[in-house]
């Protein structure tokens, strides 16, 4: 496992959540995408990719921390991560693709924020290693809104 994030004085869901609000915001831009996918890095963007990857990670790390809190051992992901752009991630992007992606990410917000509250500070600090504590993963999953901001805000691009 690679380096723990940094971490802070924020509540972990509230890093989660607010991770979140910013990439629906990026989100409600997309519907004017023109459907040129955009490059990252070695990689190849597009606002379905973004939302895809977004809510791949929530649930890859929502399943671990849940397990780890039970005490049971986490099931390895088989994603196919940022790698892989499939031909859904080129469909163009529309309001309703829009309304899909806030139902969807505002329900997992919703479980992390439940959850992650639920905790206490040692049960958010627990550490078995090599494994990151929940407190951890909360502000790993941070990280995940370098995929909305490799698409962006398209009504700044497109002004």
């Known amino acids: 496992m690679s380096n723990p994030p940094q971490t802070d004085t924020r509540h ?3 890093v989660v959540t607010g991770m979140i609000d910013r990439v629906l915001e ?3 831009t997309w519907p004017s995408w023109d459907g040129v996918p955009v490059p990252a890095g070695d990689r190849l963007y597009t606002p379905h990719k973004a939302i895809r990857r977004v809510t791949d990670r929530l649930i890859d790390h ?3 921390i849940e397990a780890r809190v039970a005490g049971v051992p986490t099931i390895p992901d088989a994603w196919h991560a940022s790698a892989t752009t499939t031909a859904a991630d080129l469909a163009a992007f529309t309001a309703a693709d ?11 917000a919703q479980v992390f924020d439940v959850r992650l509250r639920s905790l206490t500070a040692a ?7 090599p494994a990151w504590s929940p407190r951890q993963i909360a502000f790993h999953l941070a990280e ?4 909305a901001e ?9 002004a």
Do not use: I, K, W
């Open 12 to 14: 972990p869901a509230d």
């Open 26 to 28: 990026l989100a409600a």
């Open 62 to 64: 929502l399943a671990e």
């Open 98 to 108: 829009l309304d899909e992606a806030r139902s969807r990410l505002t329900r997992l």
């Open 123 to 129: 049960q958010l600090d627990r550490r078995d290693e």
């Open 144 to 147: 995940s809104l370098y995929y």
């Open 150 to 158: 490799s698409v962006g805000d398209l009504a700044v691009r497109n």
